[in-house]
C-alpha cells in the first residue's frame, strides 16, 4: 500500500497541474481541505484520485479511451491502475440533483492508482490528455 500511495501522490501533483483538470481531490495535496486532518491520521493520502476535468462529458471518455497503462473498470482498488466514471458506473442510479450534491459530475472520474511506476501512470495520463 505504501508503494502505491506514494504513487497516487506523484500523479494527484502531477494532474494538480495540468490546465485541463479543474480539480483534484485526493487528501495527500495541501489543497485538500482536509489535509492536515488526513496527515494526522493516516501514512498517505491513499490511493484514489478524484479527478474532474475542465471540459463535458465526451472529452472525459475520449480521454478514457486513450489510456493504454491504466484500464477502465467500474470496481476500483487493485494492484493495477484503474480508473472509473461515477456518473455512469457505480453512481447512475442516483438522481443527477444527488450526483451534483455528492460531487459527482459528468467530468468527473475516480483513478484508483496502483503498482505500476508513477513515471508510467503520469506518460500515460499525459499521453491521454493530449
Avoid: Y
Amino acid at each position: 500500500m505504501g508503494s502505491a500511495s506514494a504513487n497516487a501522490q506523484a500523479v494527484a501533483e502531477f494532474l494538480e497541474s495540468r490546465v485541463e483538470i479543474k480539480s483534484v481531490r485526493f487528501p495527500g495535496l495541501k489543497s485538500h481541505p482536509d489535509h492536515a486532518l488526513a496527515m494526522k491520521q493516516m501514512s498517505g493520502g491513499g490511493t484514489t484520485v478524484g479527478i474532474e476535468f475542465v471540459g463535458d462529458q465526451s472529452q472525459v471518455f475520449a480521454f478514457m479511451n486513450k489510456l493504454k497503462v491504466v484500464d477502465i473498470s467500474n470496481n476500483l482498488g487493485d494492484s493495477k491502475s484503474l480508473i472509473t466514471h461515477p456518473a455512469s458506473s457505480t453512481h447512475r442510479r442516483l438522481a443527477p440533483e444527488v450526483q451534483v450534491q455528492m460531487g459527482i459530475t459528468p467530468s468527473v472520474l475516480r483513478l484508483s492508482v496502483g503498482l505500476e511506476h508513477s513515471s508510467d501512470l503520469i506518460k500515460d495520463l499525459t499521453q491521454a490528455l493530449s
